[in-house]
């Protein structure tokens, strides 16, 4: 009589660590095959396994035995191919009752076929939605969700987004279109929200009524092409800015031109990028007032600009690819921005080594000391041969053309809101 261990009489949690040392789905989907125990282990482990299934990086067949098999575990779906959207929102439908965060591919053609679908899922805090600029209504289906904070909208026409101001329970909004959707007229009643970013985003807000604030919750503004034919609105939770396209000719200092007293206390962390325009030393003196900002990005600055900058807050400054700056304009910077720990200028091809030695005498006068010191970013053409200097008050690090710089949302704060 045999006294070896056939594996079905193993125990299911056991089993399940087997299929962590399946490297393929095809794998796995041959050993759940095998037998009913197989299967039973298989949704243990894809219960741990596949919490968050994104559907894009793994075969229909595979994705449709986790939902069988283990969806009440998933809490996050994220679908790719159009031609599978169907059938596996079906399955979702069925088999995911915690379902919390999707997102999906939505077309014309099955978009009446999956509503019902999507409607069962009434748990949902999150729903991404890629469409292909074709007409399609989704607000009044988005409607229907209780629960429903982050909202993600690709490709889709301003006219199918005329109802989007009801969805009032929104935190989180991004809207990734191809025409300039006025923020004001669209998303103003929207107060619940701390982020919005809009791809092409058309500016007009009227002057402030007293007691009707624009968004009071909103710490992050985040617009791709900002078409701005009126000044910054004031809004008193917002803590990071960006623009990476300013269009028309409008400057930092026509956008702040009546509200950067109030913003002077509030704004922690901008970048702006222009689209036509140099930055000027009126710009770096509307700035200087911004006795919160910590964190700028400018790329295609010159030493003028830097130069005029004066704040004892910024400590994060990204000025990436701009080709005229020199090493005078650095130093004159270091004088004016006293609390500086980081200096991003990738690109700045003018500048060099030489600029150490001068830097680190106006470091030690600043006070830097060795346990905070200044990182400075630099390319190629830096120049090396500097190790024999006294490098404690700073640190040089070697950025590439195609790293982005890591200053989104730097330190964004948390309220009571967020815990």
């Known amino acids: ?52 299934l994104k559907c894009g990086q793994l075969p229909l067949s595979y994705c449709s035995k986790v939902l069988q098999l283990a969806g009440d575990s998933v809490k996050s779906l994220a679908l790719q191919n159009p031609a ?8 979702a439908s069925d088999h995911c009752p915690n379902l919390e965060e999707i997102s999906i591919p939505v077309r014309t053609e099955y978009w009446a076929v999956i509503q019902p679908f999507l409607l069962s899922m009434q748990k949902l805090k999150r729903i991404d939605l890629r469409n292909d600029f ?36 929104l935190t989180s909004l991004h809207v990734i279109n191809n025409e300039p959707i006025d923020v004001y007229l669209f998303f103003a009643p929207l107060k619940n929200l701390t982020k919005l970013e809009v791809k092409v985003a058309y500016v007009n807000c009227p002057a402030q009524i007293d007691g009707d604030e624009y968004w009071p919750k909103i710490k992050e503004l985040i617009l791709t092409f900002g078409i701005f034919r009126s000044e910054m609105p004031y809004l008193p939770s917002l803590w990071h800015l960006s623009i990476s396209h300013v269009m028309p000719d409008r400057k930092i200092s026509q956008l702040f031109a009546s509200s950067v007293s109030q913003y002077a206390h509030t704004l922690g962390s901008m970048g702006v990028v222009y689209e036509t325009q140099t930055a000027s030393i009126a710009d770096a003196r509307i700035i200087s007032e911004l006795k919160s900002l910590r964190v700028l990005c400018m790329p295609y600055v010159n030493n003028a600009f830097v130069g005029a900058l004066k704040s004892d807050s910024l400590e994060r400054l990204f000025i990436r690819d701009s080709w005229n700056l020199t090493n ?20 700045c091809k003018r500048i060099t080594k030489h600029l ?23 390319n190629a053409e830096f120049g090396d041969h500097i190790s024999h200097m006294d490098l404690t008050l700073m640190v040089i690090s070697r950025c590439t053309a195609d790293e982005k710089p890591d200053w989104t949302g730097y330190n964004l704060p948390n309220t009571s809101e967020d815990n």
């Open 1 to 52: 009589m045999s006294d070896k261990l056939s594996i079905l009489e193993v125990s299911v949690e056991v089993i399940s660590e087997i299929f962590e040392h399946l490297g393929s789905a095809e794998d796995r989907l041959e050993v759940v095959a095998a037998h009913p125990k197989f299967a039973e282990g298989f949704a243990r482990f894809a219960a741990t396994a596949h919490r968050t």
């Open 84 to 91: 599978n959207v169907v059938a596996l929102m079906k399955l």
């Open 134 to 169: 074709r007409p399609l209504e989704v607000i009044g289906a988005l409607l229907e969700f209780p629960q429903l904070e982050f909202l993600l909208l690709v490709g889709f026409r301003n006219d199918n987004l005329s109802r989007i101001d009801e969805l009032l329970g």
């Open 328 to 347: 005078s304009g650095i130093l004159r910077l270091l004088r004016g921005c006293k609390n500086l720990r980081l200096i991003d200028f990738g690109g």
């Open 356 to 378: 150490v030695q001068p830097a680190l005498k106006i470091l030690r006068k600043n006070g830097v000391l060795p346990g905070n010191p200044v990182e400075m970013r630099v």
